[in-house]
Structures are given as structure tokens and as C-alpha cells.
């Protein structure tokens, strides 16, 4: 091969890093991609869930009664999930201790299957890892619409 | 050309072309690792949300479980009993079960019917645990609360901070 031709086609000069350095190149961007990706889908879950159990947490004790505290809970932790971008039916929303009594904790669990990995244009997809919040308050001593006294023990 | 050789060597221009491909994959990693940061932070908002969500939790119910009955009942004036409050915030920043605080420190203050919580913690990084000293990040938070029966604003409340431990 003469030198003119070899000038004229780039040549092989400077290639010391070989083929492999793109190979490997790729392979850093795309596991790294992936995990990175994979780890802000759960960070972002984790986001989700606490709100939501918040919000449910709030708004048992704070509801009118205790018919209605469990379904606006519920509510509450479902558009807050929505509001996410989470869908309300892949979530589990759960009484964990407590009840509507005066000075009663009452705790909440929302537990939702973080993404596998959150893509831009795509979304969610997969299914990995279970993120679980807890969120817990007192029902307020001093509220009206039930019985009991006020004392906290 | 440098004689001896039995090819031509590359000399000015030409003896950099194709080294940009030994910086692909070290770019590739500056990348990977910069997304890594931002997780991280994320991780840090995380964690600084869960921190302030227990602190207003405590808050809320401290001012509502810890107001001392004897002035309540036998003057009608809402006063915050200062131990109870410290008890009640204890319990509620640890029924959080938030385990993703370390270290938590609480401050709690109380003046008159306002109740002030301040809560610093560390949180674990994901990424950044690989590197030595930047495992932890700190997180701080504030919240105040107070009992009355129509609104306040918690501004013009000159709380004193005392550090409790739980």
C-alpha cells in the first residue's frame, strides 16, 4: 500500500486505543444509562409513595367521621400518586395501626413497584422494586364529632 | 517521515487522528457519573422531604396532644406543656419509620400555644457511598405549629430551640 493511498484513506495512524475503547465506551454508557435510570425511577417512586401517605395520613385525621375517613384517605392517595404520574391501581394503601379515636396514631402505608426504568418519550416501563412509605399523625384530641374526652395518654 | 521504519509515522496533524477514540469511553464515564450526582441530590430532596413531612407531623401533633390540660380546663388557655411536647414529637418522628434518616438530631421549642420543631439528619447516597467522605449528605428541616381556634400566622412566634433527646 503506498503512502499516498494510505494519506488518502486515513490510515490506521493514532489507533492505539483499538476498537475495543468504543466497545467498551458503549458498554460504560449503556449499563450506566440503565442503572442511573434505573435508580431515579425508584428515588422518584419513593417521592410518590411519601406524598401519597402524607396526604392519606392527613386526611384521616382530619376527616368529618370516621365512615368517611378511610375512602377520602384513599382518594387523597390516589390523586396524589395521579399527580405523580403514578398509576392509583398498581399502589397498595393500607391502615397499618390506628383508628379514629381522639389521640389515636394512626399510620399509613402506601407500597407501589417502582419502574424498571423510567425512559424519556416512553415512560414507565417494567416492574422492579417495591418502594414502601409510612406516614403517621394523631387524630387531632380536641376535635369535634367524637366521643370521648380529650385527654392524651 | 523518520528513516529506519519500514512505514511512513505520522507526524503533525495526522499522528492525533483516531486518539479521539480513547476518549470515548472516558466521556462516556464523565457522563454516567455527572447522572450519578444528579441522583444523588435527588436522593438528598429525597430525604430532606421525609425529614421536614416528620417534623410537621410532630409539630401538628404536638400542638394538639401536648396542650397542658390544667390551664385548658381551668381557664379555657391553650399552653403547650413543653415535656409533653418533647414526648410527643419523640414518638411521632420515630413512628415515621423513616429508615433512610441517620443520626437524627431534634431541637424542640415552645412558647405558649406555638410549637417550633428543628430536625437535622444524614442520608445515604447511592453512588456517592463509593467515594471516601461523600457517603452522607446532611439534611435540615423546620417546622412550627400552633394551637388556636382561628387563624395565626407563626411569624411574629419567637421560639427558643432546646436540643432533646429521644
Avoid at chain 2, 48 to 69: M, V, W, Y
Avoid at chain 2, 109 to 122: K, L, P, W
Wanted: charge should be negative; include cysteine.
Amino acid at each position: 500500500m503506498s503512502a499516498s493511498w494510505r494519506r488518502f484513506t486515513g490510515g490506521e495512524a493514532g489507533f492505539a486505543g483499538g476498537l475495543e475503547g468504543l466497545v467498551f465506551g458503549m458498554l460504560v454508557f449503556v449499563l450506566g444509562t440503565v442503572l442511573v435510570a434505573n435508580a431515579w425511577g425508584v428515588v422518584d417512586t419513593k417521592l410518590a409513595a411519601d406524598a401519597a401517605a402524607r396526604q392519606a395520613a392527613r386526611t384521616f385525621v382530619e376527616a368529618p367521621d370516621a365512615a368517611a375517613a378511610g375512602a377520602e384517605a384513599r382518594r387523597a392517595a390516589d390523586e396524589t400518586l395521579a399527580g405523580y404520574g403514578r398509576s392509583p391501581a398498581r399502589a397498595a394503601i393500607s391502615l397499618v395501626a390506628g383508628g379514629f379515636e381522639r389521640c389515636r396514631r394512626v399510620t399509613v402505608e402506601v407500597d407501589y413497584s417502582a419502574p424498571l426504568v423510567e425512559l424519556p418519550l416512553v415512560g414507565l416501563v417494567g416492574s422492579g422494586e417495591k418502594v414502601t412509605a409510612r406516614h403517621s399523625e394523631i387524630v387531632d384530641p380536641f376535635r369535634t364529632a367524637l366521643a370521648g374526652t380529650s385527654r392524651c395518654p | 517521515m523518520t528513516k529506519g521504519f519500514p512505514f511512513p509515522l505520522p507526524f503533525g496533524r495526522d499522528a492525533e487522528r483516531g486518539s479521539a477514540l480513547v476518549l470515548v469511553p472516558a466521556g462516556f464515564l464523565v457522563l454516567v457519573m455527572l447522572a450519578a450526582m444528579a441522583v444523588d441530590s435527588a436522593v438528598a430532596f429525597l430525604g430532606q422531604r421525609q425529614l421536614a413531612d416528620a417534623l410537621a407531623a410532630a409539630a401538628n401533633d404536638a400542638a394538639s396532644a401536648a396542650i397542658a390540660d390544667p390551664s385548658f380546663y381551668a381557664s379555657g388557655a391553650v399552653v403547650i406543656d413543653p415535656v409533653r411536647a418533647d414526648q410527643v414529637v419523640c414518638q411521632t418522628v420515630a413512628a415515621q419509620s423513616d429508615g433512610d434518616l441517620h443520626h437524627v438530631v431534634l431541637a424542640v421549642a415552645v412558647a405558649g400555644a406555638a410549637v417550633g420543631v428543628r430536625g437535622d439528619a444524614e442520608v445515604d447516597e447511592v453512588f456517592g457511598r463509593a467515594l471516601p467522605g461523600l457517603h452522607q449528605r446532611h439534611v435540615s428541616a423546620l417546622a412550627v405549629a400552633v394551637a388556636s381556634q382561628g387563624p395565626v400566622t407563626a411569624d411574629s412566634v419567637a421560639l427558643d430551640y432546646q436540643r432533646i433527646s429521644c
